[in-house]
């Protein structure tokens, strides 16, 4: 393979392809009518609303040409990305001329009257967005929001090994935290088991009204960046389009035989080590090709490119007339034929079926998937002799399941977290698989450091990088698991919702084959902060994921090891789902054995019989929980009040699905009216205690009949360096604020109970007391069981 630079020839077919992509998203912006040109622009032709972005498509649409000549010459198996949020039009205009859009859409057909429509429903009520949305053939990266191509495009690239990931970012995504962090992601791409990643940085020098930064810093500074990075950059700079077409074709060819140098030197060799991966850093006008001026003040290469240029065209005659120079320029009698269709020998350049990154099926990974060879997670179960009784990690064996899933699906399973596996108890996953490592290695490493070049434990203190590469893997058709700490997962709130939007997206979407959940466990949880402290305590994680569609999220709150497992096998085998577990990692009881877990997960909420006195008769008092603290403190309360008040029916109700409290009509996990009503009763008090923030729970019940005696104790900001049982009495989610809440709800108590609410005020005090002098729980209180 050699790489020979463009003939003349080739330049001008190049550029003359690379023309009608940029009138396809220049008419995206602007036309209603007449798309050919073949008669005079009118007012009314023009587009109603313009919502378009031009400034990114031109440069956009050069990338994606150029390596589409390069899929031709070696027949590379390749995607693409596109970064800049609002340059769909760079990216549609391609797919369209390589013919996805119109197979896909048979109404955008390759013609005159197919190319009405695709111009109509651009940025239009009813069609499809400025982004590179789930609609997009070949895409698997929006960029609603910034900052997240390099490292989808990694995760897609992870496990593929002869898949090439091409990623243009932007110049202001190139701003945002998490793409500077995404360029590490080279420390973990082994050049044997894995593809590549071509990453585009596109500096076209402005963002919407504000020069970008790494346009204005000097060549040698932005190629030392790069280079401290661990990435060798190419440099593609200039406005001419015909001497660019030369320097990118050299460049990319470049980076494409350097890639394949690096991949067949590691694969001989059978050594992987980290290469200096190449990357292409293009500096293009903003808004190349569009009008250098409009009103006296410059356009292209400045931030007035960045969205319409000419915003007046169905007022201003003389914005009319220069959008029709402007349009003509392209010369579209030249690229298309008389039926609208474009030139056979244009026709001819774009690859041949799957080769098509718009019809590559890594973009639409749910065709690749494969499901996982799963263990029978019953046999990592704990064994429940008598519920409330025995103690363990409650993430322990769930490290255990998640080996031996990682042992049989060693090509499409990883596991995620910033480096924390060791501390959630999930570290027996090491036994089969290091985490991955290609930086340097220090010899102390192998004594504990677990790193291995061919791990599939994917750690790095960077939740936005570890997400992005978790959301491209499973987009590509693969599967993962994800955990954090539960007061930094909001680190990763705005990536949790952009791609819930997106699965939601998708399932209107018929041609988009399901892909695996994102599954997600959030462990070290805000009750157990004994040395953390305030930083460490916030559950609201639950509250933004209520938040997104019913269609696409879940929310689970096992209590102990055995929901756990239950509940983390069924979400692993799911797709097209957020499922978010919430579970404490350290040493917790234990209330159901394996075959009871299994009914309870089923169900999602339920009595549990053995803590319930009410058998047959109407209950006084609901104690309901979600949650492993909140439940044993509400089962320590229920007890008190049996104790205390012998004749008193109480109901304990526990909850793991959280959304069976919503209405069924809300989400197809919710109860229905009736169904709540036997579980809660009509007319009887509610004592809900609850893990995260207690108004969750009345928004999500606001709408039940009973939902006047709901009373909801939860975490309330209250906290800072607390034992377990301490910071639950503080936010009044401990068992004698429960019990002093029963006396206050059930009417029979509210005087008869006097005595027992001073009882428990002393309680309180008591606790207090000994935890501020010894520094841990009162060991009567800590070491509670289930008595009966």
């Given at each position: 393979m050699t790489n020979m630079p463009l003939s003349m020839q080739?330049?001008?077919?190049?550029?003359?392809?690379?023309?009608?992509?940029?009138?396809?998203?220049?008419?995206?912006?602007?036309?209603?009518?007449?798309?050919?040109?073949?008669?005079?622009?009118?007012?009314?032709?023009?587009?109603?609303?313009?919502?378009?972005?031009?400034?990114?498509?031109?440069?956009?649409?050069?990338?994606?040409?150029?390596?589409?000549?390069?899929?031709?010459?070696?027949?590379?198996?390749?995607?693409?990305?596109?970064?800049?949020?609002?340059?769909?039009?760079?990216?549609?205009?391609?797919?369209?001329?390589?013919?996805?859009?119109?197979?896909?859409?048979?109404?955008?057909?390759?013609?005159?009257?197919?190319?009405?429509?695709?111009?109509?429903e651009f940025s239009f009520p009813g069609g499809i967005g400025s982004h590179c949305t789930p609609e997009t053939p070949g895409s698997i990266h929006e960029g609603g929001e910034l900052g997240y191509s390099i490292s989808h495009a990694f995760?897609?690239?992870?496990?593929?090994?002869?898949?090439?990931?091409?990623?243009?970012?932007?110049?202001?995504?190139?701003?945002?935290?998490?793409?500077?962090?995404?360029?590490?992601?080279?420390?973990?791409?082994?050049?044997?088991?894995?593809?590549?990643?071509?990453?585009?940085?596109?500096?076209?020098?402005?963002?919407?009204?504000?020069?970008?930064?790494?346009?204005?810093?000097s060549h040698e500074e932005l190629e030392n960046l790069f280079k401290g990075y661990g990435w060798q950059p190419f440099f593609v700079e200039g406005s001419d389009p015909m001497e660019m077409h030369g320097k990118m074709a050299e460049a990319m060819e470049a980076c494409v035989l350097e890639i394949r140098r690096i991949q067949d030197q590691a694969r001989d060799s059978g050594k992987a080590a980290r290469p200096r991966w190449p990357m292409i850093v293009l500096r293009s006008p903003k808004g190349w090709t569009g009008p250098r001026e409009v009103d006296g003040h410059k356009v292209e290469g400045f931030w007035r490119s960045h969205q319409v240029p000419l915003s007046g065209v169905r007022e201003n005659p003389a914005h009319l007339a220069q959008l029709e120079a402007w349009l003509r320029s392209y010369r579209p009698d030249e690229l298309f034929d008389a039926n609208g269709s474009l030139m056979p020998e244009l026709k001819a350049l774009a690859p041949q079926g799957q080769r098509r990154m718009s019809a590559n099926l890594h973009a639409n990974g749910g065709r690749l998937r494969k499901a996982l060879c799963m263990p029978d997670f019953r046999d990592y179960r704990i064994e429940v002799a008598k519920p409330g009784t025995a103690i363990a990690e409650n993430t322990r064996p769930l490290g255990k399941f998640l080996r031996d899933i990682m042992q049989e699906n060693m090509q499409n399973f990883r596991v995620f977290g910033p480096d924390e596996n060791t501390s959630n108890k999930l570290d027996d996953i090491y036994q089969v698989s290091k985490k991955t490592w290609l930086a340097d290695y220090l010899p102390e490493d192998a004594d504990g450091g677990q790193l291995a070049v061919d791990g599939r434990v994917m750690e790095m203190l960077s939740e936005h990088t570890l997400e992005g590469w978790l959301e491209g893997y499973l987009l590509s058709g693969r599967h993962g698991f994800f955990s954090t700490y539960e007061a930094f997962v909001h680190v990763i709130d705005s990536m949790f919702n952009q791609h819930?939007?997106?699965?939601?997206?998708?399932?209107?979407?018929?041609?988009?084959?399901?892909?695996?959940?994102?599954?997600?466990?959030?462990t070290s949880t805000v009750w157990r902060q004994d040395h953390n402290g305030f930083t460490h305590q916030d559950p609201g994680f639950l509250d933004v994921v209520v938040n997104k569609s019913p269609a696409v999220t879940r929310i689970y709150l096992p209590p102990d090891v055995n929901t756990l497992l239950a509940v983390s096998d069924h979400c692993l085998q799911s797709t097209d789902y957020i499922n978010v577990i919430v579970c404490d990692k350290q040493k917790h009881l234990q209330f159901l054995d394996m075959d009871a877990a299994i009914k309870h997960c089923t169900k999602g909420i339920g009595i549990w019989e053995w803590a319930s006195n009410d058998n047959g008769v109407e209950p006084d008092l609901v104690m309901a929980c979600a949650g492993d603290i909140p439940t044993k403190e509400a089962l320590a309360a229920t007890v008190m009040l049996r104790e205390y008040f012998p004749d008193l029916k109480v109901r304990f109700v526990n909850?793991?699905?959280?959304?069976?409290?919503?209405?069924?009509?809300?989400?197809?996990?919710?109860?229905?009216?009736?169904?709540?009503d036997s579980l809660f009763t009509l007319n009887k008090p509610i004592l809900f205690n609850f893990h995260g923030y207690p108004w969750l729970i009345h928004r999500l019940?606001?709408?039940?009949?009973?939902?006047?005696?709901?009373?909801?104790?939860?975490?309330?900001?209250?906290?800072?360096?607390?034992?377990?049982?301490?910071?639950?009495?503080?936010?009044?989610?401990?068992?004698?604020?429960?019990?002093?809440?029963?006396?206050?709800?059930?009417?029979?108590?509210?005087?008869?109970?006097?005595?027992?609410?001073?009882?428990?005020?002393?309680?309180?005090?008591?606790?207090?007391?000994?935890?501020?002098?010894?520094?841990?729980?009162?060991?009567?209180?800590?070491?509670?069981?289930?008595?009966?």
């Open positions: 080739e330049t001008e077919v190049l550029n003359t392809y690379w023309r009608a992509c940029n009138y396809l998203a220049a008419g995206m912006i602007y036309l209603r009518d007449n798309p050919l040109l073949k008669q005079p622009l009118k007012p009314e032709h023009i587009k109603q609303r313009l919502l378009g972005h031009w400034g990114a498509s031109p440069g956009l649409s050069f990338s994606y040409i150029h390596l589409n000549r390069l899929i031709n010459k070696y027949d590379l198996n390749a995607i693409f990305l596109a970064g800049p949020g609002h340059g769909a039009p760079g990216v549609l205009a391609p797919v369209y001329l390589e013919g996805t859009y119109s197979e896909i859409y048979p109404n955008k057909s390759e013609d005159e009257e197919g190319l009405l429509n695709f111009f109509k995760g897609a690239a992870y496990d593929n090994p002869d898949l090439l990931v091409a990623v243009v970012v932007g110049d202001g995504e190139s701003e945002t935290a998490p793409l500077a962090t995404s360029w590490h992601s080279n420390k973990f791409l082994n050049p044997i088991r894995d593809g590549a990643v071509l990453p585009i940085l596109h500096l076209n020098g402005y963002k919407i009204n504000n020069p970008s930064i790494l346009s204005r810093i819930a939007k997106w699965l939601e997206m998708s399932k209107a979407v018929p041609w988009r084959a399901p892909i695996s959940s994102l599954n997600l466990l959030i909850v793991v699905d959280l959304y069976k409290l919503t209405p069924a009509a809300e989400h197809p996990h919710g109860l229905s009216d009736n169904d709540f019940a606001y709408r039940r009949n009973n939902h006047k005696n709901l009373h909801v104790r939860g975490y309330k900001e209250k906290g800072s360096i607390n034992t377990p049982l301490e910071l639950a009495i503080q936010n009044e989610i401990d068992r004698f604020s429960l019990v002093i809440d029963a006396i206050d709800r059930v009417p029979a108590l509210k005087v008869a109970g006097a005595h027992v609410k001073e009882k428990m005020r002393d309680m309180q005090i008591e606790c207090r007391n000994y935890a501020y002098e010894y520094g841990a729980d009162l060991p009567a209180a800590d070491s509670w069981v289930w008595p009966y």
